[in-house]
């Protein structure tokens, strides 16, 4: 048998998160609530048919006009002021936050997360050499006068600055928690003040079940700062695989150019244009932020009852909630006793860039059906005192 | 205005090939032949109707199951025996270009290579910190003789070894040379005995005009020492942003988990299993192998006619066509004059790795309409003459 010489990096990215246990009820995935994908046969055929000679050619590595134009549209109601030449399309956020760090990230480059941060972003960040700065969170969300400290610190100590900072101000993941103005407007301007630029990943702003938005990070950006990425997972369908990212032309452009899949699905392309110009979009919308809503409430209850000793912060929308469980209670040996119970959580450890305080646990709601949130978190009760039991 | 720390990767990546001049005659890209575009309509209604769960949800990082199991009958055609394990999808070709330099190569890394090779995989190539391994061509395709005596110095030097080498074996891009049976059995056992794996990338293969048909690299290799890259962008649809690695299980499995989108889209695998299990496959590929051939032809005749001074191979297939200038006529030069005749043909220049010979011209002859091929090169003499005449 041959044995293969590796690079570094692909001993960084580890086991997909996307293999799960068959038959176990799924509490640690941001999948989409099945019964509300849409049907989209309608638009595809169109796509196929009418416009053969666009959807089925290599498009440019920008993404189709039609589309770049529609994301104007569709961020324009969040405050962000943008033209076509802002917008990249992309395979979703995650390649987004993979093209940034093409352009930006070179080995041992300094990377701002809040700890703890989403988790398959910061491994891809991982993989090209990435070196984390974590900065903690509180209930505004990340702490931006720690954030200042310690910049201030690096510089008179002429050390190696960060050139990026990764953040979900939207309902978090996993944390759900959502940054406040002030420390938005805040930590815009100590991008300004300090040369990094900010990836703004904002999958779940639209699904907000109460509460008023705050606007997003890009639309406080007057000096060319943010990168927001965008995508349509959270809000239509994961499988379209689209996304996009709103920046100045001069990043977006060098961004396009690191694309190695020959530019972004035209034909996927095409039905999202459709969907963002009717009203379906807006309507699938609103659907899911009820639908999340009504999961969440039920995993809210079910947490009360069946883990009394964990401290849970209900989220205002999106998809994720966080958990803290007893200081000395492992959240790792937690979620592997629920596995043993046919119950999928994720121990916090996968979230944090370093230093685990061992005791967290990150639950999805999208997926399940209410009563299997109920029944799977009943069954996270019982591992759970397992747990302590045998501890 | 902000000013953009970028890194070294973002300089490498330049301008894409994918743009055009509006209005030119296009005799240098390979996109698809417009009238022949598939319309699959009927396909993509079906998916989005029939499977919504499938093709609306996250799929995994290697691929549909039935589009794995799908390219392995496409492939035992070639006489290629794999497994649905073996199977990696991805978004095209190049995609899996740069999954496998994600995997195996640190900048300062040898990459082997012919000279001239396919311009846009050595771009993505040189993203990744690859040094170039030259090595020529003849009409048996890349020089093995050559390569073994340059790795046997390498060897006797104690130098750092190349771990990969990449080629279009089949109707080359951009030389349209396909290798010959001894001189693949003669790689392939180099590979073995020197420790690196074959990208073998073969978009073309199908597209044959003429002659018999020669069992690709993958074919012969009983190391696990070849990756072999399909696409269906030149034998369906460049839109459909679909291809396929084949390789040790241990090698894709990590390739996939490099994939920073999410995994390919799932819909349109979804139209590619149906057309691939269908008729429609093969008697697509032959009505553009017949196509092609016609444009071959005619594209020929008028370089014979046009530009009577060069030297061109008629290829047996596939998309392009190398033409040498006599000695000390810039190809470069050329290229540019045609340009303000409204003629797009790539200068030699972009596809070799180091020291271009500066006489060469590369054509696509797959996109344009007969005529405009036979215009096009009438325009492209004109240019030619012009050079000579002032030079």
Redesign the interface.
């Known amino acids: 048998?041959?044995s293969?010489?590796?690079?570094?990096?692909?001993e960084i990215?580890?086991?997909?998160v996307?293999?799960h246990e068959p038959g176990a009820i799924i509490l640690n995935s941001g999948?989409?609530y099945?019964p509300l994908?849409?049907?989209?046969?309608?638009?595809?055929?169109?796509?196929?048919?009418d416009r053969?000679?666009?959807?089925?050619?290599?498009?440019?590595?920008m993404g189709l006009p039609d589309l770049r134009e529609a994301v104007t549209g569709f961020v324009a109601n969040d405050g962000v002021r943008c033209r076509p030449e802002n917008v990249l399309i992309?395979?979703?956020a995650?390649?987004g936050?993979?093209?940034a760090c093409?352009?930006?990230?070179?080995p041992g480059?300094r990377v701002i997360v809040t700890a703890p941060t989403y988790m398959t972003s910061m491994n891809?960040m991982r993989?090209h050499g990435a070196q984390f700065l974590p900065i903690p969170q509180d209930e505004d969300g990340m702490m931006t006068e720690v954030l200042e400290a310690k910049l201030q610190r690096l510089t008179a100590n002429n050390e190696r600055m960060p050139?990026l900072l990764f953040d979900v101000p939207d309902f978090h993941n996993p944390t759900g928690i959502t940054m406040s103005l002030r420390r938005r407007r805040h930590l815009v301007a100590l991008a300004?003040r300090y040369?990094f630029?900010i990836l703004e990943d904002d999958p779940y702003r639209r699904v907000r079940f109460e509460g008023e938005a705050i606007p997003p990070l890009k639309a406080l950006d007057e000096?060319?700062?943010v990168l927001a990425l965008g995508t349509v997972?959270k809000i239509l369908?994961?499988?379209?695989?689209l996304g996009w990212v709103i920046g100045?032309p001069?990043?977006i452009d060098?961004m396009?150019?690191?694309k190695?899949?020959?530019?972004?699905?035209?034909?996927?392309q095409r039905i999202v244009v459709d969907l963002m110009r009717s009203n379906r979009m807006a309507e699938h919308i609103d659907l899911v932020a009820k639908r999340m809503a009504l999961h969440r409430d039920v995993m809210v209850e079910a947490l009360a009852r069946e883990l009394p000793d964990a401290k849970v912060r209900p989220p205002q929308g999106g998809y994720f909630l966080w958990a803290e469980l007893p200081e000395g209670v492992s959240g790792e040996a937690v979620a592997d006793q629920a596995l043993k119970h046919g119950v999928e959580v994720s121990s916090g450890r996968l979230s944090f860039p370093e230093d685990d305080p061992g005791n967290f646990l990150r639950f999805a709601y999208s997926y399940p059906e209410p009563e299997e949130i109920a029944e799977g978190i009943r069954r996270l009760g019982i591992a759970y005192r397992e747990v302590v039991a045998g501890a």
């Open positions: 048998m041959t293969y010489r590796y690079a570094r990096r692909a990215l580890g086991k997909s996307f293999d999948l989409a099945p994908l849409p049907d989209v046969s309608m638009e595809a055929a169109n796509a196929a048919r053969t000679a666009e959807v089925m050619q290599y498009s440019g590595l992309t395979n979703g995650k390649h936050v993979d093209l093409r352009v930006f990230v070179e480059d891809h993989s050139k300004s040369g630029i000096k060319g700062v997972s369908s994961p499988g379209l695989r100045e001069e990043i060098r396009g150019l690191q190695s899949e020959g530019g972004s699905c035209p034909f996927t």
